[in-house]
């Protein structure tokens, strides 16, 4: 494509009238389309559906350690999971939390333990100007739950090797600043994994408030799209090694590796931090759904069967990221107006759009049958202050409409570039 920044006046009008023309066409096929959460699609979860023969009709209701897992009890999960997990996180079994569904409101529980108990300090509550480190573009969920709980959120530029530790290191000298969400794998949504040298300086951080954690959502741990998939530094081990094992507070789930309203989370952390979160858990809780646990336990004995399963996950989800990402390279490389990520893994492609064109994107994607994650909306308080960044999530629709999809939005970020330079021509 031609580089519309060196076009002339009457090149962009012509260019202009080409792309709209384009989009009009679009528009009229009355699109349906939904790219705006990283939801797994019907055939991948089709891959978990034997899960539901593995627990009762003969197989038995009882856990390797002989629990009934019908009953009360089992407040940290069964030994299985904590096995399974153990591996995943490259931690013991014994630091391991398993609970329901949701990743998500193990963060909230804990983020809500630290406002009324404090997390190895005063309650949070008694902070008044406590703040939050916030990488971005980063996780709008992260986000607001620290906004719920009256945090100042503080925006941490992203690069291609992870956050600004230089902005880190110096934030954390603050005794107000209490902690910093990180998806440090394949991240959500720049799909970068955090180099060896974050994490070692994550590791190492020598915060001035003694209750400062990383929040280490570690989401997209074995979500590869390739065999060779990115490798990632065991955060706990650095720290660790630099006599700082509370510093992390660790989460990962099965959302997208079995069903995301089905799955098993987990919470994992120093034994100092496993003992505090486990001592308030049995006020909240008799146990978690341990049948589902066991349904999941039988289905996924190891790291080895877990990560055969996720090369059916890979199987499925890398076409549609490639099929977006060869539009782009089709309809906006060259055109100096966009760049994007090229994710190996997770769920998302971050694009830049220009400054101040990623409201009227998906505004016109909208118009064109076609949803996005509200522009922003990866940003503290859903302000993107640039206007440039759309977090793109390929995974939900089928491969067909992701490659319609695609084309509505490269052509929508073609025109948006366009009525913007033709205003400034």
């Known amino acids: 494509m031609a580089d519309y920044l060196k076009m002339t006046p009457e090149e962009l009008q012509q260019e202009y009238k ?22 797994p699609g019907f055939d991948n979860m089709d891959l978990s559906e034997k899960m539901f023969d593995m627990v009762g009709n003969g197989t038995g209701f009882k856990s390797i350690t002989g629990i009934d897992c019908r009953n009360y009890g089992g407040l940290d999960g069964l030994q299985e999971l904590k096995n399974l997990f153990g591996e995943i996180l490259e931690m013991s079994p014994d630091q391991m939390i398993v609970g329901g569904n949701s990743s998500l409101n193990m963060m909230f529980d804990t983020i809500a333990q630290g406002m009324t108990h404090g997390l190895g300090g005063a309650p949070w509550a008694t902070v008044a100007d406590r703040k939050f480190l916030c990488p971005v573009p980063g996780y709008d969920r992260h986000f607001a739950i620290t906004e719920y709980f009256g945090f100042e959120l503080i925006p941490i530029p992203m690069s291609e090797e992870g956050p600004d530790m230089d902005m880190i290191e110096k934030a954390v000298q603050d005794p107000s600043v209490k902690g910093i969400w990180c998806v440090p794998k394949y991240a959500n949504p720049e799909g970068i994994t955090y180099s060896d040298n974050v994490v070692r300086r994550m590791a190492g951080l020598k915060p001035a408030a003694k209750d400062f954690h990383i929040f280490w959502d570690n989401a997209y741990v074995v979500h590869d799209l390739y065999d060779e998939g990115d490798k990632l530094l065991n955060i706990y081990e650095e720290c660790v090694k630099v006599g700082n094992p509370d510093l992390p507070i660790i989460f990962a789930s099965t959302s997208k590796i079995t069903f995301p309203g089905a799955g098993v989370a987990v919470e994992a952390a120093s034994p100092n931090n496993v003992a505090m979160l486990k001592g308030r858990m049995k006020y909240q809780t008799i146990g978690p759904d341990k049948l589902n646990q066991l349904r999941h336990a039988r289905m996924l004995h190891n790291l080895a069967e877990l990560k055969e399963h996720m090369k059916g996950h890979a199987a499925i989800l890398r076409p549609k990221f490639e099929a977006v990402l060869a539009e782009m390279d089709k309809q906006l490389a060259g055109t100096g107006v966009a760049h994007w990520t090229k994710p190996r893994g ?4 971050s694009l830049y759009v220009m400054s101040g064109c990623a409201k009227r994107v998906e505004e016109l994607c909208a118009n064109a049958g076609m949803v996005l994650t509200p522009a922003g909306a990866a940003y503290p ?9 759309l977090r793109i999530a390929p995974s939900y629709p089928s491969k067909a409409d ?3 999809g695609s084309v509505v939005l490269c052509t929508a970020v073609r025109l948006a570039a366009l009525e913007k330079l033709r205003a400034k021509a």
Do not use: C, W
């Open 381 to 389: 308080y859903g302000k993107d202050p640039a206007d440039s960044n």
């Open 402 to 404: 992701i490659e319609i």
């Open 18 to 39: 080409t792309v709209k023309a384009e989009y009009e066409k679009l528009r009229q096929l009355h699109l349906s389309l939904d790219m705006s959460r990283g939801k």
């Open 346 to 349: 997770g769920y998302f492609i």
